[in-house]
């Protein structure tokens, strides 16, 4: 359990800093004090074992104490957003109590407890205790709801169960080879699971967490001394197009990109000017960790993970050797096993220990795994069947432009054209129609529409938004 973690280290380096959060500074001993401290005051709420919370906190120092004491309460938390989505409704109906400090729609939830700076120091104030009889421990408890949407659209829920949490923790441990010298720079939020394992990882291993929104993030990496951060490709790219001039290359700062695959242009800018080791993460909420590629020119191919396995499939659920395009399933130790009060949606993703990722890939030797984009998202344009990712990634190779996006559409012929987007590319319209037209020729598609947009439609994780990009595309070419 992470509060013993905490406790270790508060025992063994009391002084040494757990968080900084916009220049507050808290020690591992004040956080140990703290959890213990509030292990009681939610007692006092009726919370323990089996209860369903939802925290909705904004301070950072705050939420880890209050998840640390619900967790060793064995309680299950749900993490809040200021706008709750109309389809959260029965999820926050499920919930006993919402620890929040913002307000809540009336008759959302059950019960709502304000988190008051009146109630919070209150709680700072008591006498230090052993949190009295705790619940017993076990790695089966429920500790987290999870959500996930995918690229679907469609709201899951998983139950995140505490062998799981702690599994992915030390995990990233041993990926990023952290230590107490490790510093960790928040730059996405808690409710990120990614994001939140990491940061669990660094506190077990007695690392710091910083969180800096006063200065710009290339700055904030240099006056905290940040070893470890992690982003989206969309949020890394927008980094390295607002380093300044002249900005020094951090000495020793490892970057994980996650959530889309990057290109080799952004891996390319990212090394020569950011990151001293740069990883390419491929996994997902259901499985955990699943790959990564460290090299540059690596043509996409990434090592699978120690301990995930990975098979494609055909469309009729048979393996496919090595080189072969299909279906991509992994299965890791630690991974989900269904989606919680939905037994359609875990039919169609979980078999016989198995998780279908919804992925296209191909396997290469003994550990080699190639992303290909979304099964959803596969072209299939006069017979050439394509992931949109490769022709993506050989237009912004060819027109060195920022950003590109790729679908297709049938038209009144019935006849399916290739639509493109390129966002921000330094050329003019002439020229980048005759590049983009030459590099394409030898696929041979029969009509290409083409289009400057900007942005290209990414959700928050950095995946492209393809109903939106063909309706967008479709639009600027007549096709509707």
């Given at each position: 359990?992470?509060a013993d973690y905490v406790a270790f280290h508060a025992i063994e380096r009391p002084e040494a800093i757990a968080f900084v959060d916009n220049g507050r500074r808290f020690t591992y001993a004040q956080f140990d004090r703290d959890i213990r401290k509030f292990i009681p005051a939610l007692r ?384 003019g319209a002439q020229e980048l129609r005759e590049r983009i037209g030459a590099a394409l020729r030898p696929l041979q598609f029969a009509t290409i529409r083409l289009a400057r947009i900007s942005p290209i439609p990414r959700n928050a994780g950095g995946k492209i938004q393809r109903d939106q990009l063909q309706r967008i595309l479709a639009r600027l070419a007549g096709l509707t």
């Amino acid at each position: 359990m992470t509060a013993d973690y905490v406790a270790f280290h508060a025992i063994e380096r009391p002084e040494a800093i757990a968080f900084v959060d916009n220049g507050r500074r808290f020690t591992y001993a004040q956080f140990d004090r703290d959890i213990r401290k509030f292990i009681p005051a939610l007692r006092e709420l009726g919370l323990g074992r089996g209860s369903r919370v939802g925290l909705g906190c904004s301070d950072l120092y705050l939420t880890w104490t209050l998840l640390l004491a619900l967790e060793r309460l064995a309680v299950t938390t749900l993490m809040l957003n200021r706008q709750e989505p109309p389809e959260a409704r029965p999820l926050l109906a499920s919930l006993d109590m919402a620890l929040s400090e913002w307000g809540l729609a009336p008759g959302a939830v059950k019960r709502h407890h304000a988190l008051t700076p009146d109630w919070v120091e209150a709680v700072r104030a008591r006498p230090e205790t052993d949190g009295g009889d705790l619940p017993k421990r076990s790695d089966d408890d429920t500790i987290f709801i999870l959500r996930t949407t995918g690229t679907t659209g469609d709201p899951k829920v998983l139950h995140g169960v505490r062998r799981t949490q702690a599994a992915w923790a030390d995990d990233w441990i041993w990926q990023q080879g952290l230590t107490n010298a490790s510093r960790f720079l928040l730059v996405l939020t808690l409710d990120v699971y990614t994001i939140y394992t990491l940061a669990t990882g660094v506190i077990r291993a007695g690392g710091t967490v910083v969180r800096e929104d006063r200065v710009q993030l290339g700055q904030a990496i240099w006056d905290h001394g940040i070893t470890h951060v992690a982003l989206f490709p969309i949020h890394l790219g927008s980094l390295m197009d607002a380093l300044p001039e002249g900005y020094p290359k951090p000495r020793s700062l490892t970057v994980t990109s996650f959530g889309a695959t990057l290109s080799e242009a952004l891996r390319e800018k990212t090394t020569a000017r950011f990151a001293t080791v740069l990883y390419d993460n491929y996994g997902s909420r259901e499985a955990g960790f699943v790959s990564r590629i460290l090299a540059a020119n690596s043509g996409g191919i990434g090592t699978l993970s120690p301990l995930a396995q990975a098979v494609v499939l055909d469309e009729q659920g048979r393996s496919l050797p090595p080189g072969e395009l299909g279906r991509l399933w992994i299965k890791t130790p630690f991974m989900h096993r269904e989606y919680a009060g939905n037994p359609e949606a875990t039919a169609k993703s979980f078999r016989d220990g198995w998780f279908n990722s919804g992925d296209l890939a191909i396997l290469h030797g003994r550990r080699g795994v190639q992303l290909m984009g979304r099964a959803d998202d596969l072209l299939n344009i006069g017979g050439t069947k394509m992931p949109p990712s490769v022709i993506e990634e050989l237009i912004l190779r060819t027109v060195n432009a920022k950003d590109a996006g790729v679908c297709s559409i049938r038209n009144q012929l019935g006849i399916e054209e290739l639509l493109i987007g390129v966002a921000d590319a330094p050329i003019g319209a002439q020229e980048l129609r005759e590049r983009i037209g030459a590099a394409l020729r030898p696929l041979q598609f029969a009509t290409i529409r083409l289009a400057r947009i900007s942005p290209i439609p990414r959700n928050a994780g950095g995946k492209i938004q393809r109903d939106q990009l063909q309706r967008i595309l479709a639009r600027l070419a007549g096709l509707t």
